[in-house]
């Protein structure tokens, strides 16, 4: 079974500094991989996306994530992160399988910038 | 395109009592999951439909928890003889099960549960 591993619980960057969230996971075959931001109070917004193709992939708010499959990783950067991106994010997986698997979530990273 | 809707956003019960959610989802997508999320925790999954199929249950559920999604639009889930452990946020989510779409899930905003 699929598994993630998020290992920073809390993250405190300075405004316009860079931010990277650490992903890690475990299957045993091929893999989708997510992340998804929450605020305060709501439910989970998906940030992007990794199905195939380029491992680079960029998502919203300026956000993006590399799959590493030889590392089963897949974090996540900003350039220059703002107030507005303090919030919970999760790592999440999904086994490709000829039926898609459930979607696990890792425990999450707390953001949070410093003005 | 309306998202997932969950109702109520909100509730408050006695313990011993019986609650229901009610999950509306994205309306092309044939399936819907449901997790529990407690504060600092990622989202626990608990179980998922294919259109009215029940495919799986987390083995950790109680049987003090089911859920239906008749004629495979909405779902609900229902805690019978609700615990203060049960106290938590009850996610909706759904996704469209297409070929390279990926399994994508769209999430609602969450139903609050406070047993007293």
């Known amino acids: 079974a699929q598994s993630v591993t998020q290992l920073d619980s809390q993250v405190p960057v300075f405004e316009e500094a860079p931010v990277e969230l650490r992903c890690n996971y475990s299957s045993s075959v091929s893999v989708y991989l997510f992340w998804y931001v929450q605020y305060p109070n709501q439910g989970l917004q998906l940030l992007l996306k990794?199905?195939?193709?380029?491992?680079l992939v960029k998502g919203i708010n300026g956000f993006e994530a590399e799959f590493n499959k030889s590392q089963t990783s897949f974090h996540l950067r900003k350039p220059s992160v703002h107030i507005s991106d303090t919030a919970e994010y999760f790592c999440a997986v999904s086994e490709r399988r000829s039926s898609y698997d459930k979607v696990i979530f890792g425990p999450g990273t707390s953001l949070s910038v410093i003005p | 395109d309306t998202g997932v809707s969950q109702n109520p956003r909100h509730k408050i019960t006695k313990r011993g009592q019986n609650v229901t959610f009610r999950c509306d989802p994205i309306s092309e997508h044939n399936r819907l999951y449901w997790y529990r999320q407690t504060l600092g925790q990622g989202p626990e999954f608990l179980t998922y439909f294919q259109n009215e199929a029940q495919l799986e249950k987390s083995r950790l559920l109680s049987d003090r928890f089911s859920a239906e999604r008749p004629k495979g639009s909405f779902s609900t889930l229902e805690i019978q003889r609700t615990e203060q452990g049960d106290s938590a946020m009850y996610l909706c989510a759904s996704s469209l099960l297409a070929a390279n779409s990926g399994n994508t899930i769209y999430f609602g905003e969450g139903s609050w549960l406070t047993v007293v």
């Open positions: 990794y199905l195939s193709g380029s491992t």
